[in-house]
């Protein structure tokens, strides 16, 4: 009898789940283990979310008092956190990919789709970055250079705006060095 496990099966006596894959994964840099260890703490925020959007509906239907604050601070955490999940699945190397062409290449092929792929993603993210850089200092700065956050405009006018903004530009800063550190491993191994 063989001990190979055909993909997607468990073996009969085996207590490891389907998917622990996922938790035994090796960093190939200390920045993406920092954004590893960074995103399982991210996690939370969607539970925080999902408590305060609790709170709404029991404010709201049950005790008819309902919130000005509740849906802008969860679309704020949710938009961060979704953001963060791009720089979490990058650290992990879980982003989809088409490992059929990839697993049927020659190693030589496979250092070359590493490095083109690594030359896209940093040409990618760049490229947003700087779209995060002019969003960000817009809303941050008035066009005379007069520094202020800016506003929702709604009844509670929080700076979420401003808050979100910044944030998607610091986490694209994030993907766009993430990306070139692998850009680099990439390059070093087709060059060996």
């Known amino acids: 009898m063989s001990n190979e496990v055909q993909l997607g099966s ?8 389907v998917f622990d894959h996922l938790t035994s994964v090796t960093f190939d840099n200390s920045l ?15 539970m925080i979310s999902v408590a305060i959007s609790f709170y709404e509906i029991v ?10 604050w509740v849906h802008e601070t969860t679309i704020m ?10 720089s979490y699945c990058l650290a992990r190397n879980t982003h989809i990919s088409i490992k059929m062409v990839y697993d049927a290449v020659s190693e030589r092929t496979r250092c070359w789709l590493d ?3 690594g030359f896209l993603a940093v040409f990618y993210c760049a490229l947003i970055a700087y779209a995060g850089y002019i969003m960000t200092e817009k809303s941050l ?10 506003t929702s405009g709604s009844a509670w006018n929080p700076i979420t705006p401003a808050i979100v903004k910044t944030g998607l530009f610091l986490i694209l800063v994030l993907m766009t060095t993430q990306s070139v550190i692998r850009l680099i491993s990439a390059i070093k191994r087709k060059v060996r």
Do not use: H, W
Request: glycine share 8%; charged share 20%.
């Open 10 to 17: 468990v073996p009969e006596n085996s207590e490891q789940a």
């Open 32 to 46: 993406d283990r920092l954004v590893d260890k960074i995103g399982d703490y991210v996690s939370y925020l969607f």
């Open 59 to 68: 404010s709201r239907y049950f005790f008819n008092a309902p919130t000005i």
């Open 77 to 86: 955490i949710c938009a961060l956190s979704m953001a963060y999940g791009g």
């Open 115 to 117: 490095f083109l792929n």
């Open 141 to 150: 700065f008035t066009p005379t250079g007069v520094f202020r956050l800016e």
